[in-house]
Antibody, heavy 122, light 110 residues
Framework: EMQLVESGGGLVQPGGSLKLSCAAS????????IHWVRQASGKGLEWVGR??????????AYAASVKGRFNISRDDSNNMAYLQMNSLKTEDTAVYYC?????????????WGQGTRVTVSS | QSALTQPASVSGSPGQSITISCTGT?????????VSWYQQHPGKAPKVIIY???NRPSGVSSRFSGSKSGNTASLTISGLQAEDEADYYC??????????FGGGTKLTVL
């Protein structure tokens, strides 16, 4: 079963940038739609955005709260996905998870990474 | 996109059944059979327990079941066990081609 491992979290000042990475363990990654989900401490899950596969033209979509500031990309040759976060705000402080949907016409996020923590603070 | 509405908490005794509701709109829960449920234990990543309203991944106990009526989806856990104590989240695909989660429900096994 595929595993996902996030990295790149840390402390950043408001207005700064950070790029998160998500490494996948097997070849099914290229056929997957990759999603990013975040969770502020003690709060619920929030869908951040997704990038579809090459077959769907790498189409992206984002939550209104991050649109225009966050950008998802992927490198299928290395089974990697990325979340570039710009103009960060204190409210972006959260654990960020990458997950995926492998099958078309389904809504099943599986598996999930362990998450990487982002803290936006001066 | 507003979060789906879940009760903040539910509780039940071992062996009992509980149901968690997830209310959305005609643009998300009511529009598609693309609702999933996730179990999250403290400090852990979420785990899918129901997808596409009522489907259970292999390895997930048959004590977990899902359903939907109109704009409201439901997760039922029968034969409650201590290990079921966790946070539960619903999620839906939306007409804007995005995703949305519920606010989460904390299940306490008394």
């Amino acid at each position: 079963e595929m595993q996902l491992v996030e990295s790149g979290g840390g402390l950043v000042q408001p207005g700064g940038s950070l790029k998160l990475s998500c490494a996948a363990s097997d070849f099914t990654f290229s056929a997957s739609t990759i999603h990013w989900v975040r969770q502020a401490s003690g709060k619920g899950l929030e869908w951040v955005g997704r990038m579809r596969s090459k077959g769907d033209n790498y189409a992206t979509a984002y939550a209104a709260s991050v649109k225009g500031r966050f950008n998802i990309s992927r490198d299928d040759s290395n089974n990697m996905a990325y979340l570039q976060m710009n103009s960060l705000k204190t409210e972006d402080t959260a654990v960020y998870y990458c997950t995926r949907i492998i099958m078309p016409s389904t809504w099943r996020f599986d598996p999930w990474g362990q998450g990487t923590r982002v803290t936006v603070s001066s | 996109q507003s979060a789906l509405t879940q009760p903040a908490s539910v509780s039940g005794s071992p062996g009992q059944s509980i149901t968690i509701s997830c209310t959305g709109t005609s643009s998300d829960v009511g529009a598609y059979n693309y609702v999933s449920w996730y179990q999250q234990h403290p400090g852990k990543a979420p785990k899918v327990i129901i997808y596409d309203v009522r489907n259970r991944p292999s390895g997930v106990s048959s004590r977990f079941s899902g359903s939907k009526s109109g704009n409201t989806a439901s997760l039922t856990i029968s034969g409650l066990q201590a290990e079921d104590e966790a946070d539960y989240y619903c999620s839906s695909y939306t007409s804007r081609d995005t995703g949305v989660f519920g606010g989460g429900t904390k299940l306490t096994v008394l």
